[in-house]
C-alpha cells in the first residue's frame, strides 16, 4: 500500500492525499477502536469502506459496492465487536477475480431486522481458480467461526455458499 502511494505522490499528488487520509482513517481504527470490546456499526462500515477503497486504489479494475440498508437514526446507537466483518471483505479481495479482471467485483449489504443485523458479502471468482496457500486456506473463516460461537453461542447463523463464478456469505448475529 505504501509503495502505491509513493508511486502516486508522483502520478497523481490529489490522489495520493486521498490515499493517505483513507490510510489514516484505516490505522487509527485499528489502533483505537479495536481495543474496545464493542464498536459502532457506522465505524465497522466505514473501516470496511476504507479497507476496500484503498484496494480498489491497487485494482482500478475492481467494482466495489457497499450498501448499508440501516436507518441512519439507530446506526449510530448500534454497536458490534469490532473487526467481527473483516475476514470476509478480506477474503473477498483476496478471492475476487475474473479470467481478464474487468468482470471482477465485491457487493457489500448490511441491514437490520427484526432486532438482528445481517451482513451479505459477495464477490466474483473463476470456477478455475485454486488458492495457491492451501496450507493455511481457510484458518481465517475457522477462527471468525470460534469468534462467532464464543460471542453469541447458537444465537448467530453463519452461511456460506459458492458457485462456479461467486462466492457467498451471509451472517446474522443479534444486536
Given at each position: 500500500?505504501?509503495?502505491?502511494?509513493?508511486?502516486?505522490?508522483?502520478?497523481?499528488?490529489?490522489?495520493?492525499?486521498?490515499?493517505?487520509?483513507?490510510?489514516?482513517?484505516?490505522?487509527?481504527?485499528?489502533?483505537?477502536?479495536?481495543?474496545?470490546?464493542?464498536?459502532?456499526?457506522?465505524?465497522?462500515?466505514?473501516?470496511?469502506?476504507?479497507?476496500?477503497?484503498?484496494?480498489?486504489?491497487?485494482?482500478?479494475?475492481?467494482?466495489?459496492?457497499?450498501?448499508n440498508d440501516v436507518d441512519p437514526k439507530i446506526l449510530n446507537g448500534i454497536f458490534i465487536p469490532p473487526n467481527l466483518f473483516t475476514t470476509f471483505v478480506e477474503n473477498?479481495?483476496?478471492?475476487?477475480?475474473?479470467?481478464?479482471?474487468?468482470?471482477?467485483?465485491?457487493?457489500?449489504?448490511?441491514?437490520?431486522?427484526?432486532?438482528?443485523?445481517?451482513?451479505?458479502?459477495?464477490?466474483?471468482?473463476?470456477?478455475?481458480?485454486?488458492?495457491?496457500?492451501?496450507?493455511?486456506?481457510?484458518?481465517?473463516?475457522?477462527?471468525?467461526?470460534?469468534?462467532?460461537?464464543?460471542?453469541?453461542?447458537?444465537?448467530?447463523?453463519?452461511?456460506?455458499?459458492?458457485?462456479?463464478?461467486?462466492?457467498?456469505?451471509?451472517?446474522?448475529?443479534?444486536?
Amino acid at each position: 500500500m505504501l509503495n502505491n502511494v509513493k508511486a502516486l505522490t508522483r502520478s497523481n499528488p490529489e490522489a495520493a492525499s486521498v490515499v493517505i487520509m483513507k490510510l489514516s482513517e484505516f490505522l487509527r481504527y485499528q489502533l483505537y477502536e479495536n481495543n474496545e470490546d464493542k464498536t459502532l456499526l457506522v465505524s465497522e462500515i466505514n473501516f470496511l469502506s476504507n479497507f476496500v477503497n484503498l484496494e480498489k486504489i491497487r485494482r482500478d479494475s475492481l467494482s466495489i459496492a457497499i450498501q448499508n440498508d440501516v436507518d441512519p437514526k439507530i446506526l449510530n446507537g448500534i454497536f458490534i465487536p469490532p473487526n467481527l466483518f473483516t475476514t470476509f471483505v478480506e477474503n473477498a479481495v483476496k478471492h475476487s477475480v475474473s479470467v481478464d479482471d474487468t468482470d471482477a467485483y465485491i457487493r457489500i449489504r448490511i441491514t437490520l431486522e427484526n432486532g438482528r443485523l445481517q451482513f451479505n458479502c459477495k464477490n466474483s471468482k473463476t470456477a478455475d481458480y485454486h488458492n495457491p496457500d492451501i496450507k493455511n486456506s481457510g484458518l481465517g473463516l475457522n477462527n471468525i467461526r470460534r469468534r462467532l460461537q464464543l460471542l453469541y453461542d447458537k444465537q448467530y447463523q453463519l452461511d456460506i455458499s459458492s458457485s462456479d463464478h461467486e462466492y457467498i456469505v451471509n451472517l446474522t448475529i443479534p444486536v
